[in-house]
Structures are given as C-alpha cells and as structure tokens.
C-alpha cells in the first residue's frame, strides 16, 4: 500500500508570495492532520481534517488554512509569506477507528521563504 | 500549556547495549502515547505506540507506559548504528481528535 505523497516536495518562495502544499493519505485513511517542523520549535499542529471538515486547529494566524476534498486529499495554503514560514510542512494521516489513533507522515514539503 | 518533555541528548550507547529514552507529559487526560524515529533530513517515522499501562514490546523495542507518574519510555536492544536518529515522543491529550503533541526529541547515538 502506498504511503502518504506530498507535493512538491520542495518550495522556494519569496517573502509576501502565498503557497499551496497538497496532501494525499494512505488509501483508506480519512483523517488528515498538518504539521509545521522547525529546528526551533520542533513539530507543531496546525490543523485536523476529517471528512472535509476541520475538526481542530493549532495556534498559527489565519493565514495558514486548509481543506479536504472528498476523495480525502488535502491541501494547506499560506498567504502573504513571512521568514520564519520557513520549514518542513508535514502531512499525516490517520483510519479513524475506535481504537485506532495512530498517525503515519508522508515525507514532507520543506518550503524556504527568501 | 500542555507541555511534552524529553532530554535532548545526545544520548550515546555502545553498539548491542540497551538504549533508554524518556518522555514525560503534564496532562493527566492524554490519551495515547506514540514514539516516532526521524533520520536527518526524512520525515517521523511511527515505531511504536501504547495506549494502556504496563510494557508493549516489537522486536528490539519496547514501549513502557505509566500514567500515574505521566511517562512514558523507549527501550531500544541490541542497539545498533542504524537506531541513531532522533526520538520523538508524541502524545494525543484529547478523545475525538488526533492531534498530537510533541516532545523536542532526544537525539541518539549507537557508537560501533
């Protein structure tokens, strides 16, 4: 079974500029959360989706959003870039079950803002 | 602030001897408990997860879990060179949603 994609895998954009990050999860896997990575402050939560509704959202301005679409994939858009937007950006899915929590990480997206 | 806290290390063992990794959390509410390996430059990579008391083993690895002190730990056997990585230790604090909160990571080292 193939693992989580993202794409592009790499960004460089300028500072001001938006970006759109895609997501697809594991085949079957209906739950999607993003997650920013940076050497200062590690992996932090930006946001949950399940079916095509934000369940949760971290502590990040509003111009980080997102969304799902129906087949599950989902993409995370950032506006009026800024600096410290730099990072590696990672996908995780889930299959929501009882019982069922774990997360598996596509391979991530490391967008640099110059 | 719930807060999930590891020693950053380095953590260096000889190779074949038992590595220990540490995690403790501040919300007595968590609800699972997660160990993720990340190689530099790749993405966390899910080893282990336990989501009751007492020990859970795989392989080489066991997970511990004791919520009465909040911690939760990583046994590593047999290391080997290819284990170095960074540990992070995750924790989902709230039922109905999968977020996860992380530790900083502890950073390890087998030594050949």
């Known amino acids: 079974k193939a693992g989580v994609t993202q794409t592009p895998r790499y960004l460089i954009k300028t500072r001001g500029q938006q970006v759109t990050l895609s997501c697809s999860p594991i085949?079957?896997?209906?739950?999607v959360s993003w997650y920013q990575q940076t050497p200062g402050q590690g992996l932090q939560f930006l946001f949950e989706?399940?079916?095509?509704?934000?369940?949760n959202k971290g502590n990040f301005p509003g111009r980080f959003s997102g969304r799902q679409f129906s087949n599950s994939r989902s993409e995370m858009n950032v506006s009026t870039l800024e600096l410290g937007d730099s990072a590696l950006y990672l996908c995780a899915s889930s299959l929501e079950g009882r019982n069922y929590y774990e997360q598996y990480f596509g391979p991530g997206t490391r967008l640099t803002v110059t | 602030q719930k807060e999930v806290e590891q020693n950053s290390g380095p953590l260096s063992v000889p190779e074949g001897a038992i590595a220990s990794l540490n995690c403790t959390y501040s919300?007595?509410?968590?609800?699972?408990f997660f160990w993720y390996r990340q190689y530099s430059g790749k993405s966390p990579e899910l080893i282990m997860f336990i989501y009751s008391n007492g020990d859970k083993e795989d392989g080489r690895f066991t997970a511990q879990l004791n919520k009465a002190s909040q911690y939760v730990s990583l046994l590593i056997r047999d290391s080997q060179p290819s284990d170095s990585a960074t540990y992070l230790c995750?924790?989902?604090?709230?039922?109905?949603?999968?977020?996860?909160?992380f530790g900083k990571g502890t950073k390890l080292s087998v030594i050949p």
């Open positions: 919300d007595r509410g968590s609800q699972s």
């Open positions: 085949s079957g896997h209906r739950s």
């Open positions: 989706y399940f079916s095509e509704t934000q369940r």
């Open positions: 995750a924790v989902r604090l709230r039922a109905g949603s999968y977020q996860l909160t």
